[in-house]
């Protein structure tokens, strides 16, 4: 499985929502915090942007030498319709400083220098030091997950339904079990099961592991094969 801080700097890198939220500031509009853009530094330390005239900007420039503490908030929701759609949660906190002259004319690049990192979501809850942090990985599969996963539920959701008979016991008399992809990595696949009776009805997880960690779109393609083979065997 994929570490704490290898989910955490997934997240960060990847397109789910995020809020930055620095104490005392507030934004007449919410999106005012949400960073048009977000990367890692080779040290861990995240770079934000915004633009110039952003609340969190105008705070970091006020700070001047002053340690300014914020927490990069964020919401990682499941790209395809499952019941539950919020897979997890990450909250990286530190202290905020801008770097001039870097970002294009009316933006500003503000970096977070990581302290501490948590993330709970589909694996669980642990607290991520910042050196993990700095020399964790992103899942290399993080830029297409999106688009993987609302392919195989539009084009192959047949073949995701036929998944059931890996479950053996634990499918035995659920006809109208309802199968929806819901999260990828290089490790697996995890579908949401469903008995279809609304949003009070009956889900569970399943988590379908390939026979080895994949490292890019061709060798997922092979790995969902294999896993499709099998549930026809």
Known sequence: MPSAA???RTLVQSTCSAV???PGVEAPLPEQLVPEGRTVGEDGEVYLLFPADSPAV???THA???ELSAVLELTDVAPVSVPHRIRGRAWVSGWLTRVPGVA????MLLRLEVGEAYVDDLWGAQAVEPDDFAAAA???????ETELLQHLASVHGGQVRELRTLLGERAAGAAD???APLALDRFGLRLR???GHGPRGHCFDVRFDFPEPVADVTGLRRAMRTLFEAARS
């Open 177 to 179: 079990l309802r199968a």
């Open 64 to 66: 001047q030498d002053d």
């Open 193 to 195: 099961f469903s008995d």
């Open 104 to 107: 294009e004319p009316g933006r």
């Open 20 to 22: 930055l939220v620095v």
């Open 58 to 60: 105008r705070a970091a």
């Open 138 to 144: 992103p899942d290399p599969l993080v830029e297409h």
């Open 6 to 8: 290898e989910r955490t």
